[in-house]
């Protein structure tokens, strides 16, 4: 069986792929690792959502990882400018006004693709195989919630739905029991969970104990590629308000983990739960509810990952960074 394992993995194909994303310093980092790992995924479309700061910030960022990516060809499409109900808010206190803190921004070459990500998402999910698309979520989960309630069918061409977001034991980041994402836009989040789909939750409880540290910094610095620099430049800037904040030995790089799970999904740990979103106003507003110990004996809804090898994800990820210019 062992072998037999092993065997398979090597021979893993590839991983049909649309990345929907607000960058973001993390996402930018994951954006480029993806776009590294052209061997395990097929990446099909950026897909860009308002999140860490506003549609047109998130989509020049996403142009721009493309570009330092040297991968051109991927079709950037710009998404939903809003959450489905709530007052948009931005990240801007940790991404910076650009949504890029650390290094200089400016227009890429190539421009977005044209037409709006939502009904990319609906043609290309209705004409996929059946649950043959895998989309990486790392922002608000608006795109696709729109694309769900539009066309509720696409479910059958999505394979499963990676999430950066929620928190449990760990949490949240923007409030007491909420992570960014999921606070941005709960009732996007609602649509994708009830859609049914398969979906996999990498929370603050992982990314928390993916934490940089000098020696991993100076592993990605010693690569002295133009992707090894930007990385540097980039975390050296965003770790500094979680360390402060949390106090942490160092700072978590959370969307990038979701491209680490796709490639080497048995670097993480979880198990399937089941997940409640609350859309409530009040202080709960945007937090996950994970029944981690099944006590209510509820329909598992999603695989919920918990933690992670911290070393194997900064090895991987100085790997794939080794790969580009």
């Not at 710009?78 to 921004?105: N, W």
């Not at 104990?209 to 000098?214: D, F, G, N, Q």
């Not at 959370?254 to 198990?271: C, E, I, M, N, W």
């Amino acid at each position: 069986m062992t072998l037999k394992t092993a065997t398979n993995a090597h021979a893993a194909p590839k991983i049909d792929l649309i990345i929907d994303t607000d960058p973001g310093a993390d996402d930018v980092v994951a954006l480029l690792f993806a776009l590294a790992s052209p061997q395990e995924l097929n990446v099909r479309a950026l897909t860009t959502v308002a999140g860490n700061v506003r549609l047109d910030k998130t989509s020049r960022n996403a142009r721009l990882a493309r570009e330092w990516a040297g991968r051109e060809e991927v079709p950037v499409y710009a998404g939903a400018p809003k959450p489905l109900v709530r007052t948009p808010i931005y990240a801007e206190d940790i991404h910076g006004k650009e949504g890029l803190s650390g290094i200089a921004v400016y227009e890429p070459g190539k421009g977005l693709a044209k037409g709006s990500a939502i009904p990319y998402l609906i043609d290309t999910l209705k004409s996929a195989e059946p649950h043959s698309i895998t989309i990486a979520m790392l922002g608000p989960q608006t795109n696709l919630a729109l694309a769900l309630i539009q066309e509720p069918g696409i479910v059958q061409g999505i394979k499963e739905v990676v999430v950066m977001g929620g928190a449990h034991f760990n949490g949240g980041n923007i409030t007491p029991v909420a992570e960014f994402n999921l606070f941005a836009d709960p009732q996007a989040a609602e649509v994708v969970l009830n859609s049914g789909v398969k979906l996999t939750y990498l929370p603050l409880d992982v990314t928390h104990k993916i934490l940089t540290s000098e020696a991993r910094l100076n592993q990605i610095a010693a690569l002295n590629n133009n992707a090894s620099r930007l990385v540097g430049s980039i975390l050296n800037e965003y770790i500094k308000g979680d360390m402060e904040h949390y106090g942490l030995p160092g700072g978590p790089v959370h969307d990038a983990t979701v491209v680490a799970y796709l490639l080497k999904p048995q670097l993480f740990s979880g198990r399937s739960v089941n997940v409640v979103i609350d859309s409530r106003e009040g202080p709960t507003f945007g937090q996950t509810i994970v029944d981690w110990y099944d006590g209510l004996k509820a329909p598992k809804n999603a695989f919920w990952v918990e933690s992670g090898d911290a070393q194997g994800f900064f090895d991987l990820l100085t790997e794939r960074l080794a790969r580009l210019k």
